[in-house]
């Protein structure tokens, strides 16, 4: 299997639960759990029938497995929200919970998904992970059993979504009076507030972009253009593309990434998590992503960061209540799982939760709770322990970023979880510093302007814009993410960019929420403390949590070994079709497959060893060749051409097939196949490592040579 002990123990946890009942539904928070427990299932015990169930599957593999399950052939679907609603199947009559359901309004839901029958009742097992996680899934089991549900966040006023509209009312009408439409907007609850002045500013967008015509105060569509966009724009939920992610040294397709993903946290060089390990992205074009396998985990972002669902501020906060009275039960000498009370928990999530402010407190780090703030120093990382919910620390997380580059001149990275935020700094800085900024920030205010700067310059933003650009009618669907950075000053203080904006303001922070808190602060009820550690003493247990993002779903192998990456990359040149050009007499040329190659390549025609290798495709050599042989007048373009087919015979005539291995490379041309042979390679891995070394290079500057 792969995994470690603890891990085998759930797997085998959940197998028992899911024998031991007729149809099991097992939820997780993403598409990559549910892809890995299901395999890991299915590793552990084939016989058992189970299957996955999320949104990257095809419709038909959706709709086979849900037939299964209905039928009672497959036992157990591991799923994710794409089986939270619109499902009716009787015979399930267990949802299990694959870590914390991060919501009281999901885990209702997904347990609501079993016990259908008449004489049966819903019934639902968390399994949790970690400390964190098993607090987290008893404090929202127990506001699921008390009905304390969240309250529903909705947009409010979104420009995009009245544009569309009044261009529906337009052509639904065909003539409709400015006034009228501004009433009609009014009585919905949504646009109860809406102001005469924004109403004004999408119809003169609308007016401005052809798809309304304006005739006194007469509104009118126009037909040409109206229609389209109201068809094409009837979904206000983003059409994300996907990107192919390909390993460079094999070419293998390893997943796909979501769009957003590759917008926010995608660059050459970051770390992330897909398909059961870590990558590392080398390069990114316009529909691939290339990688490379990576050891090291450590601080790894999960490719579903995405897909998780925000851990409401209440939860969280509930969450640091509980820490703190278990510490006060320590002080008292007393068991900290005492302190937990009769929460629904079993004695292992207890003895868990309980060893985890043991270990906390042994460290010497105080434990952040519902009543303290951790500003823990690591150096060059800082982690600030906020028991404050996903949202509120996403915003103080990158209102800390924002704050921290200004004064170091630098740019500091940010990452942000329900518990802990931590800081990416471009030298050693001291945690106090962090901590007065904390101070600082609850002493200032005009939060909401600083935010709408910060947003702006986030790639979330950027990726935003597109999407409420393309729901406006202002760009097609064929702009693609490269475009974003442009479209950003393009439609800069425009209606555009206002409702981006409003858009990850409302979706992705809490702006309002972090105001509170910081008013908490700058009143004393909150406390911000510091401990100065350093990363060669080694961060707390709490922080592993934010500094190990990448194994939260517990099922991770092993890195893949070089040996395994260099035989894939050998194979892979081995099976490269190459073009073989005779420079000398320009009357042969072949195509054969890099593996096929004898040491010493000969044209047949007359005998000469100077013989060109290009590409398969290449006509722009074979006609500059023929031109040159026939002493006619070749363009600067052809005596370029001329001059890489002189330079790659040359290295055939000097190295034979082993420049032909070289300059079947991706990317590498004669120019770079010439630095590769002229070095001294102990062995032949050296020179396969110096050619994906190459690969690498090309694939991370191709941008700027495309």
């Known amino acids: 299997l792969k995994v470690s002990g603890e891990v085998a ?9 899911i024998e031991s009942h007729r149809s099991v539904l097992v939820f997780t928070n993403t598409r990559e759990a549910a892809e890995l427990l299901a395999s890991r299932l299915r590793a552990a ?108 966040e909705v947009h409010e006023r979104p420009l995009d979504v009245l544009a569309h509209q009044l261009v529906g009312l337009a052509l639904d009408k065909r003539r409709v009076s400015v006034e009228e439409a501004y009433k009609l907007v009014r009585g919905s609850w949504f646009y109860r507030s809406l102001s005469w002045e924004d109403f004004s500013l999408v119809v003169e967008y609308l007016e401005g972009a052809g798809f309304l015509r304006r005739r006194g105060s007469q509104l009118a569509p126009r037909p040409d253009r109206a229609w389209a966009y109201y068809f094409e724009n009837a979904s206000m939920i983003p059409d994300a593309r996907s990107y192919a992610v390909v390993e460079v040294a094999s070419r293998r397709k390893i997943g796909q990434l979501d769009e957003e993903f590759v917008a926010v946290h995608g660059r050459p060089g970051l770390r992330f998590i897909l398909a059961g390990r870590p990558w590392r992205m080398v390069g990114i074009g316009d529909e691939e992503v290339l990688v490379e396998a990576e050891e090291d985990v450590a601080g790894a972002i999960p490719s579903w960061v995405g897909e998780l669902i925000p851990v409401p501020f209440e939860v969280a906060r509930e969450v640091g209540r509980l820490r703190r009275m278990m510490v006060e039960a320590c002080a008292k000498g007393l068991d900290p799982a005492s302190a937990l009370g009769e929460l629904a928990m079993n004695e292992e999530a207890r003895r868990k939760a309980a060893a985890a402010i043991r270990e906390q407190l042994a460290s ?65 800085v001291k945690g106090g510093l962090v901590a007065q900024a904390i101070k600082e920030l609850a002493s200032g205010g005009g939060l909401e302007e600083a935010f709408r700067a910060l947003v702006r310059s986030s790639h979330l933003y950027r990726w935003r ?103 894939a990359l050998k194979r892979r040149l081995m099976e490269r079709d190459v073009k073989l050009l005779c420079m ?26 100077f013989v060109a290798v290009t590409w398969r495709g290449d006509e722009e050599l074979p006609k500059a060749l023929r031109k040159h042989l026939r002493k006619q007048e070749l363009s600067e373009k052809e005596r370029e051409a001329l001059r890489r087919g002189q330079l790659s015979a040359g290295l055939m005539l000097a190295y034979g097939r082993k420049a032909a291995i070289a300059m079947a490379a991706r990317g590498v041309g004669p120019h770079t196949a010439s630095r590769i042979l002229g070095r001294t390679h102990k062995d032949e891995d050296e020179f396969y490592l110096d050619i994906l070394e190459a690969e690498r290079e090309y694939a991370a500057t191709r941008p700027f040579w495309d």
């Open 45 to 152: 015990k084939p016989t058992l029938s189970v299957e996955a169930h999320h949104g990257s599957l095809s419709k038909e593999a959706r709709m086979e497995a849900e037939a299964g399950l209905k039928e009672g052939e497959v036992k157990a679907l591991v799923c994710t929200s794409s089986l939270e609603l619109g499902i009716d199947v009787g015979r399930v009559d267990l949802v299990v919970q694959y870590m914390s359901p991060r919501q009281v309004t999901r885990l209702v839901q997904r347990v609501g998904r079993s016990g259908h029958r008449a004489w049966e009742a819903p019934k639902g097992v968390i399994l949790a992970l970690t400390a964190d996680d098993a607090l987290e899934s008893a404090v929202i089991a127990s506001k699921a059993l008390k009905g304390e549900l969240e309250e529903v």
């Open 584 to 609: 000398f007499c320009g009357q042969w040329e072949s195509v054969r497959k890099v593996g096929y190659l004898p040491e010493e390549v000969r044209c047949p025609k007359c005998g000469a060893k």
């Open 364 to 428: 010497g780090v105080p434990v952040a709770d519902d009543r303290r703030i951790v500003v823990e120093g690591l150096g060059r990382m800082v982690v600030v322990h906020a028991c404050l919910g996903s949202k509120v620390n996403e915003s103080l997380g990158m209102l800390l970023a924002g704050v921290l580059s200004g004064r170091l001149g630098e740019s500091v990275g940010c990452r942000s979880d329900p518990y802990r935020i931590l800081l990416l700094l471009p030298r050693e």
């Open 465 to 567: 814009l597109l999407h409420v650009a393309r729901r406006f009618g202002a760009v097609g669907e064929d702009v693609k993410l490269s475009m974003a950075r442009r479209l950003s000053k393009l439609f800069e203080g425009s209606l555009i960019e206002r409702a981006a904006v409003e858009e990850v303001l409302v979706e992705k922070l809490d702006v309002a929420r972090l105001s509170e808190v910081l008013a908490e602060v700058a009143k004393g009820g909150l406390a911000v403390e510091v401990y100065e550690g350093s990363a060669e003493a080694g961060a707390s247990p709490m922080a592993y949590g934010i500094l190990d993002l990448a194994s939260s779903c517990g099922l991770m192998p092993p890195a893949k070994p070089v040996r395994l990456i260099l035989d």
């Open 9 to 17: 123990a759930r797997l085998k946890r959940l197998m028992e639960l």
